[in-house]
């Protein structure tokens, strides 16, 4: 089946030149030593926030050249572009639309709950997204003078806005994972069955059986297993033993996620930490045999609203013993759940905190030792580009419906067989079934999650 069309819009290669502001005065945060921040807003989608690098006056060309900086991101869907272009029925229209963007001096802050920076202007850039499903389409690349001053006495934004297609392959569950769903892959209304899943929570004797299995499988090449702690129990509160495994039509597995570290309650608390965190190990089968592919940790941050915490590193066939490459790290609301992201080209979407490193936003880091290094060609076995894979999650205020149906969205251009596929629908399983595994453990876990000898107390 052919996958579903997207469309990717970009916004990146910021900076900003003020006329007059080479000499900074005592009394005024010079923008060379804060750094400036814009607001950047797409219709209905979610406004994102980006730094803005300051360029001196005197220079009049963008310093990286054409190496594209990201600053944010928007996704489009076929229903989206349908409503925006006037294809839909529902939404017929001939408007053209504009991204919208608000550049603020000195460094983003709050004080009082008020925003500490001080607006510089807004600029619009008119889109015109009728083609930008079949190509690449430029709608914006240089600078934009901004305030009301004209002239050389104006303030300058330099900005690149471009769109790409962007084709992702689209699956979803029917039902919640614990509930071995079947998954179908989705192409507008059509809706075709591609894998089962099976789900089961095994006892400590079947898991070490599991791992001691795995390990002869993988002849002492890697130690993955050993750094997992697999065996790190504590008596008390703990799950543990959750497995679930993606097979094919056929009925041969593909992908498994298993918890490889149980999910312990710190001391004295109901909730697992981030210093202690659970995790799992997420395997492809090829030619018969498991190979570690991926591993997730989960947690639980306390604050105004709980927040799972994860953090995702891919397990590369050539990577050195122990080498990990972190994909993704974030949090997602425990009330009311939200997406789980891997986008290797967001550097500041969604949230930024004064840092290169944005706050609850997924990022990319191409090194085993976590550096924050985003250059692609650095560190040999980073083998995913741009968008990769993402997938809803579920918030505990659901109410747990075994109904509910998570989605996965994965990149074209990351699958090559059915394998790379399913790992994905595995990793989307766990991270959903985290979800569960975080919860408080004053509270109670569906029957689908819960041990026999649980339900009998």
């Given at each position: 089946?052919?996958p579903?069309?997207f469309v990717?819009l970009?916004v990146?290669?910021?900076?900003?030149?003020?006329?007059?502001?080479s000499k900074?005065?005592?009394s005024?945060?010079?923008?060379?030593?804060s750094?400036?921040?814009?607001?950047?807003k797409?219709?209905?989608?979610?406004?994102?926030?980006?730094v803005?690098p300051?360029i001196p006056?005197?220079?009049?060309?963008?310093?990286?050249?054409?190496?594209?900086?990201?600053a944010?991101?928007?996704?489009?869907s076929k229903?989206?572009l349908?409503?925006?272009?006037?294809?839909?029925?529902?939404?017929a229209?001939?408007?053209?639309?504009?991204?919208?963007i608000?550049?603020y001096?000195?460094?983003?802050?709050?004080?009082?709950g008020?925003?500490s920076?001080?607006?510089?202007?807004k600029i619009s850039?008119?889109l015109?997204?009728?083609?930008?499903?079949?190509?690449?389409?430029?709608?914006?690349n240089?600078?934009?003078n901004?305030?009301?001053e004209?002239?050389?006495?104006?303030?300058?934004?330099?900005?690149?806005?471009?769109?790409?297609?962007?084709?992702?392959f689209v699956?979803?569950?029917?039902?919640?994972?614990?509930?071995?769903?079947?998954?179908?892959?989705?192409?507008?209304?059509?809706?075709?069955?591609v894998?089962?899943c099976k789900?089961?929570l095994?006892?400590?004797?079947?898991r070490?059986?599991?791992?001691?299995?795995l390990?002869?499988?993988q002849?002492?090449s890697?130690?993955?297993l050993?750094?997992?702690g697999s065996?790190?129990e504590?008596p008390?509160?703990?799950r543990?033993?959750?497995s679930?495994?993606?097979h094919?039509?056929?009925?041969?597995?593909?992908?498994t996620?298993?918890?490889?570290?149980?999910?312990?309650?710190?001391p004295?608390?109901?909730?697992?930490?981030?210093?202690n965190p659970g995790?799992?190990?997420?395997?492809?089968?090829?030619?018969?045999?498991?190979?570690?592919?991926?591993?997730?940790?989960?947690?639980?941050?306390?604050?105004?609203?709980?927040?799972?915490?994860?953090?995702f590193e891919?397990?590369?066939d050539?990577?050195?013993?122990?080498?990990?490459?972190?994909?993704?790290e974030?949090?997602?609301?425990?009330?009311?759940?939200?997406?789980?992201?891997i986008?290797?080209?967001n550097?500041n979407?969604n949230?930024f905190n004064?840092?290169?490193?944005?706050s609850?936003?997924?990022?990319?880091?191409?090194?085993p030792?976590?550096?924050?290094?985003y250059?692609?060609?650095?560190w040999?076995?980073?083998?995913?580009r741009?968008?990769?894979?993402?997938?809803?999650?579920?918030?505990?205020?659901?109410?747990?419906?075994c109904?509910?149906k998570?989605?996965?969205?994965?990149?074209?251009q990351?699958v090559?067989c059915t394998?790379?596929?399913?790992a994905f629908v595995a990793?989307?399983?766990?991270?959903?079934?985290?979800?569960d595994?975080?919860?408080l453990?004053?509270?109670?876990?569906?029957?689908e999650?819960?041990?026999p000898q649980?339900?009998l107390?």
């Amino acid at each position: 089946m052919d996958p579903c069309p997207f469309v990717r819009l970009t916004v990146g290669n910021l900076a900003l030149k003020i006329p007059g502001a080479s000499k900074p005065a005592r009394s005024v945060v010079h923008p060379s030593s804060s750094p400036c921040f814009c607001k950047i807003k797409f219709k209905s989608f979610s406004l994102q926030t980006a730094v803005v690098p300051y360029i001196p006056p005197e220079n009049n060309q963008f310093p990286d050249g054409n190496q594209q900086i990201l600053a944010a991101s928007f996704h489009l869907s076929k229903s989206d572009l349908d409503r925006l272009t006037g294809k839909s029925l529902l939404f017929a229209t001939t408007k053209k639309h504009e991204l919208k963007i608000s550049i603020y001096t000195s460094r983003r802050g709050t004080t009082c709950g008020v925003n500490s920076g001080r607006l510089l202007g807004k600029i619009s850039v008119p889109l015109d997204l009728a083609e930008t499903e079949a190509r690449t389409v430029l709608f914006h690349n240089g600078w934009i003078n901004v305030g009301k001053e004209r002239g050389s006495s104006s303030a300058q934004f330099h900005l690149n806005v471009k769109s790409e297609p962007d084709p992702r392959f689209v699956f979803q569950f029917d039902r919640k994972p614990e509930c071995s769903p079947q998954v179908f892959q989705i192409q507008g209304s059509i809706r075709q069955p591609v894998f089962t899943c099976k789900f089961s929570l095994s006892s400590t004797g079947e898991r070490n059986q599991r791992c001691r299995s795995l390990s002869s499988d993988q002849s002492g090449s890697r130690g993955w297993l050993s750094s997992f702690g697999s065996e790190r129990e504590r008596p008390g509160k703990v799950r543990k033993g959750w497995s679930i495994t993606v097979h094919d039509l056929s009925g041969s597995p593909v992908a498994t996620a298993s918890m490889a570290t149980p999910f312990v309650a710190s001391p004295g608390s109901d909730r697992v930490r981030r210093s202690n965190p659970g995790s799992w190990l997420i395997l492809r089968h090829l030619d018969g045999t498991g190979k570690p592919w991926g591993r997730l940790e989960a947690w639980r941050e306390r604050g105004s609203t709980d927040r799972l915490g994860y953090r995702f590193e891919l397990i590369p066939d050539s990577a050195p013993a122990g080498a990990g490459i972190v994909l993704a790290e974030s949090t997602l609301r425990c009330s009311k759940g939200g997406k789980f992201v891997i986008d290797l080209n967001n550097r500041n979407a969604n949230n930024f905190n004064g840092r290169s490193t944005p706050s609850s936003a997924t990022y990319p880091v191409c090194s085993p030792q976590g550096s924050g290094d985003y250059g692609y060609g650095l560190w040999p076995y980073c083998m995913y580009r741009g968008f990769v894979m993402s997938s809803s999650v579920e918030g505990e205020g659901a109410g747990g419906k075994c109904s509910n149906k998570p989605t996965v969205e994965i990149s074209v251009q990351h699958v090559n067989c059915t394998e790379d596929a399913a790992a994905f629908v595995a990793l989307s399983a766990a991270i959903d079934l985290s979800m569960d595994a975080c919860r408080l453990f004053s509270h109670k876990l569906r029957k689908e999650l819960c041990p026999p000898q649980d339900l009998l107390t």
